[in-house]
């Protein structure tokens, strides 16, 4: 065979291959236009793909018990290409798990040092919710960390769980930033503000420390201890509702409590000693705990998961990158937007 019928061979077994491919994704497009169909036709409106039931742990029970995961920083942002947020994944699944009789309880497995102020707020009213209408228990499971919005998080669950070395606490609210006025003026580059009032650059990092005045940093730190005042009520309301659904079994909040709410990290052990979370134990305590709480004495262990689009494959291939210019400090940049209010924990920040 020559070279030039060898690479007619070639392109023709490529464009096959191309059509097949092709021809699934359109399938599976058609499937999914037909599901989102049937969801509207019943009075439900599905915004994202249908969630598929994984079983993590098979023990032939007739019920299960969902774990719905908070991993890394808590963000409002886009997860993935299919441009769900982390707030509606998390809602996402605490639907489902609502709607099926079979699910008993969830766990919430949280290994994150928190995030934004205002996605651990919505996580938050999500598991409130779930558990008011559902009447499931809860659990949250602390791993490695959760601290700050982590434990924001964790706050409305009926009952936490947390290892003797995990990382929580750090209850607190931070908002960082960066003044590099002084590099400015190094290299001889001088702002010019046009500003409708006087406050319209509060926060600017281009402002010299002496132009930031103390009326200012009030206003800021103001803010700071309103979002601080938020979270500790999260704490006291969350608590309290634990140990009325738990009839006094659990924790409750040490009276000195809140001499520990000032952004300090906590081990598993000091938070349970202040009655920060109600037990020591690894996730198989939790499992247990959360068959306790829904009055079953075995369950399967379920996730929750989107089914893969190879949609979203061809994505990659006409996906464009803005060009940019990047500065590397030596440091690991975690993309904090400057001005906004975090519960995060403070090494998390570069």
Request: hydrophobic share 40%; glycine share 10%; with cysteine.
């Amino acid at each position: 065979m020559s070279a030039r019928q060898k690479s007619a061979t070639g392109w023709k077994v490529f464009a096959i291959i191309l059509m097949v491919v092709l021809g699934i994704v359109i399938v599976s497009n058609f499937v999914s236009f037909g599901d989102h169909l049937l969801a509207s036709g019943s009075g439900v409106h599905e915004k994202h793909k249908i969630l598929h039931e994984v079983t993590i742990e098979d023990n032939r029970s007739e019920h299960k018990i969902a774990v719905i995961e908070v991993s890394g920083v808590i963000s409002g942002g886009s997860m993935d290409h299919s441009g769900m947020t982390m707030v509606e994944a998390i809602s996402e699944q605490f639907k489902a798990a609502g709607k099926a009789e079979e699910i008993k309880a969830v766990i919430l497995k949280i290994d994150s040092p928190g995030g934004e102020v205002l996605a651990s707020d919505e996580i938050y009213h999500v598991i409130e919710e779930f558990q008011k209408k559902h009447k499931k228990p809860v659990v949250a499971s602390m791993q490695s960390l959760a601290a700050s919005g982590g434990y924001y998080v964790a706050a409305p669950c009926q009952w936490i769980v947390a290892n003797d070395m995990t990382i929580t606490g750090s209850i607190g609210v931070i908002m960082h930033g960066y003044n590099y006025r002084g590099l400015m003026d190094k290299i001889g580059l001088v702002p010019e503000v046009f500003k409708s009032g006087k406050f319209k650059d509060m926060l600017s990092g281009d402002k010299k420390p002496e132009e930031i005045s103390s009326e200012e940093r009030e206003m800021v730190q103001n803010l700071v201890m309103e979002t601080y005042s938020v979270f500790t009520n999260i704490v006291v309301k969350g608590r309290s509702e634990s140990a009325r659904l738990n009839a006094g079994e659990g924790k409750q909040l040490s009276p000195e409590w809140m001499n520990y709410a000032d952004g300090r990290i906590l081990s598993g052990r000091q938070a349970e000693s202040l009655g920060f979370v109600d037990e020591l134990g690894d996730f198989r305590k939790s499992v247990k705990r959360a068959m306790t709480l829904a009055n079953i004495s075995d369950a399967d262990l379920i996730q929750y998961q989107q089914p893969f689009d190879l949609g979203n494959l061809f994505k990659l291939f006409g996906k464009t990158e803005a060009r940019t210019v990047k500065l590397d400090l030596g440091i690991k940049r975690l993309n904090l937007q400057p001005g906004s209010l975090y519960f995060l924990y403070p090494l998390a920040i570069p």
